[in-house]
């Protein structure tokens, strides 16, 4: 397998003792980060309009961490206070091996260091990997799926198949995986289809959250044709639906609503409409062991070279360490009306979703 070693099919190791003894990582604005994403590759079987373009550049699969990178990064992190710790892509289904990562990182779950361990997925391949999540230790996770119209999924998608992430919600319910439906507002296309989207999701005991188009990459298509505010969106939800604002709260920028008439819950994430930065308490770390301390802003630090350097950790947390210290107050999120252009040339699937 890509990335796996003797030394992570071994027996897994309890987190250092040093390493225990570590400050928690708090930011300018007296924030405690104790949650990481991490994008396992950008990679990805879908194309998404509002994510990729069609004919993407992937990266060289020499400049992605290992999957023993990658683990040793997050145990830094998990030793310095997070407490959250959720895998995303591209599709992180798609990376060769990637159940031995899951598999490794799941002791400090065991060991009480972490609270959740998670991922978002697209849903492709969850039939295959659902109870194996679950036996790692993974009790929820986020799917994104943006409409139950086969046609219209294909359309937006480009390559996706209805049909296969329907079996795997299947799949993952059967395990024992809560799951949350992720669903980007797109402005003449699933607008329509928010209602009965919901009603769905509410009925299989599913949570819907409901994200804005964030300005992010070139993907072939105009942002202004996409965005679709969510504050227009829960007003007319509110014509048909008794909306009542709850505390409940993931980790995540979501902001939830108890919907009466279904009983069930509906999130909002809002970074065009409702700047949520006052209360982040995450980084993002790339497949390629660079942190972006927000995802609205070019700023970064490298963690793959200090990483490299050393056997010891030291210069790692000297690294994470240098970049919480700058971490912004908030984002930059526009579109840019005038120009058409993204706020920022960095594709999502980069990032991390």
Known sequence: MEGVSATMNAAPQPIQLTNANR???????????SYLRVSVTDRCDFRCVY??????AFLPKADLLSLEELDRVCSAFISRGVRKL???GGEPLVRRGIMTLFGSLSRHLRAGALDELTLTTNGSQLAKYATELKDHGVERINVSLDTLDPDKFRAITRWGDLSRVMAGIDAAQAAGLKIKINAVALKGVNEDEIAPLMEWAHGRGMDLTLIEVMPLGDVGETRLDQYLPLSMLRSRLAERYTLDDIDYMTGGPAR???????????GFITPMTHNFCESCNRVRLTCTGTLFMC????DAADLRGPLRASESDDLLHAAIESAVARKPKGHDFIIDRRHKRPALPRHMSVTGG
């Not at 994510?51 to 993407?56: G, P, Q, V």
């Not at 939830?256 to 509906?266: D, M």
């Open 23 to 33: 400050a928690p990582l708090v930011d300018p604005f007296a924030r405690t980060i």
């Open 256 to 266: 939830y609503v108890r919907v009466a008439e279904t009983g069930g819950r509906l």
């Open 295 to 298: 995802l609205g802003q070019e």
């Open 86 to 88: 959720r895998l995303t």
């Open 51 to 56: 994510c990729m373009s069609e004919d993407m």
